[in-house]
């Protein structure tokens, strides 16, 4: 990345969908052709489609794009240039003067819409049972190829690349030190602005964190049992849940083709996620995350057109060398939040990660802003108090 990439710009930014997108969403709901399904099969084979025929026709007639339009709009937005590609991001400052710079890092197949009911209790805590020191500005960008960042206009958007970008963002705001979070995607790219930018990075947290086996035995002799369970659940999950990653780690211009024609494809495509990764206790994705917030977050790739570019990014993951590479431990303090659904062990993350603090949940998921928007910002309060 060179000075001759980037422009300083930061530009005022204001979602605006224009209503003939919106007519034609509703042309294409209301004409879907829905896939039959065998007899006696349900969520093991993907998406029935009595579900996704019922909320199919909730996107098309009852659903409020421009309710949740003026939501977001609600919170400062911009955009700007970064190694060529558009970042848009919110920036929500705390009436704190003395708050803690953070940024929040969604994943896929998630959005800015993400972190929602957690921006009022992060930048105003004493408003929300909290303590004034506390306090947080927020940076929430859309990930480079997501959502209102719109596609990427190249290859090689791999997260080192994305992680560049995004320290550049922080230093182009004026945040000299800050604080990282990150969940799924952002998992992963947190913990690469912490090894990019140490001086600048006081902490990360993350959530959804995958820790992988390095066969060292003397590792692998520390694991409880908890920890072979979570192994195996990893397992059984790459098995059985891992098939929308080899599609967009492989051939994401294929399924490109797919979900930029049909609403209803880019529907279930999202839909299964929100039903195998959220709180496990819940049978439906409505029961875990309101399903206009679900709705919301799939509007936004359909809207956008990015759910090729985004899945080029898994594309990018698989074939980039140094991601998979050895690495030294990192340095920078390093927070971990595990949720029921979570496959997080400690003694790996160890290997990886100066973890400094390791909390476990009893309920909640994956999407942990969403789910359980109380713990996670309980969570990240406890550990910033400790760094600052």
Do not use: C
């Amino acid at each position: 990345m060179t000075n001759s990439d980037m422009s300083d710009q930061i530009t005022p930014y204001r979602i605006e969908i224009a209503q003939e997108a919106l007519d034609d969403l509703r042309h294409r709901l209301r004409n879907t052709r829905f896939a039959p399904e065998l007899p006696g099969t349900g969520w093991e084979r993907g998406v029935p489609t009595g579900y996704l025929r019922e909320l199919t026709d909730y996107w098309a007639e009852g659903f409020d794009w421009r309710a949740q339009e003026a939501a977001l709009n609600a919170y400062p937005q911009f955009t700007t240039t970064i190694d060529g590609a558009r970042v848009h991001f919110m920036q929500v400052r705390s009436p704190e003067p003395g708050a803690t710079p953070l940024m929040l890092i969604h994943g896929w197949p998630g959005s800015i819409v993400e972190f929602l009911d957690v921006i009022g209790p992060l930048t105003d805590p004493a408003a929300h049972g909290g303590q004034a020191g506390d306090a947080f500005h927020l940076v929430i960008p859309s990930l480079p190829g997501y959502g209102f960042s719109g596609p990427l206009p190249t290859t090689g958007w791999t997260d080192g690349r994305t992680a560049a970008a995004l320290t550049e963002l922080m230093s182009r705001l004026g945040y000299q030190r800050y604080g990282v979070q990150g969940g799924d995607v952002g998992a992963f790219i947190a913990p690469l602005m912490g090894r990019l930018a140490p001086e600048n990075v006081i902490g990360v947290h993350v959530n959804a964190l995958l820790t992988f086996p390095t066969g060292d035995p003397a590792v692998m002799s520390t694991l409880t049992e908890t920890d072979h369970v979570r192994l195996a659940g990893m397992k059984k999950w790459q098995d059985h849940q891992g098939a929308y990653l080899q599609l967009q780690g492989t051939r994401p211009q294929t399924i490109a083709a797919a979900l930029h024609d049909s609403p209803a494809g880019q529907l279930a495509w999202i839909t299964e996620k929100f039903k195998e990764w959220t709180d496990p206790a819940t049978d439906l994705p409505g029961g875990a995350i309101d399903r206009d917030r679900i709705l919301t977050d799939v509007s936004i790739y359909w809207l956008t057109a990015t759910a090729g570019s985004s899945a080029h990014t898994y594309y990018e993951r698989f074939n980039d060398a140094t991601m998979w590479a050895p690495k030294g431990r990192g340095q920078v303090p390093t927070a971990v939040a595990v949720f029921p659904t979570d496959f997080s062990i400690r003694p790996l993350a160890d290997q990886t990660h100066n973890v400094t603090q390791w909390t476990e949940f009893d309920r909640g998921g994956h999407f942990a802003a969403l789910e359980t928007p109380d713990l996670l910002t309980t969570d990240l309060r406890a550990f910033f108090h400790a760094l600052t």
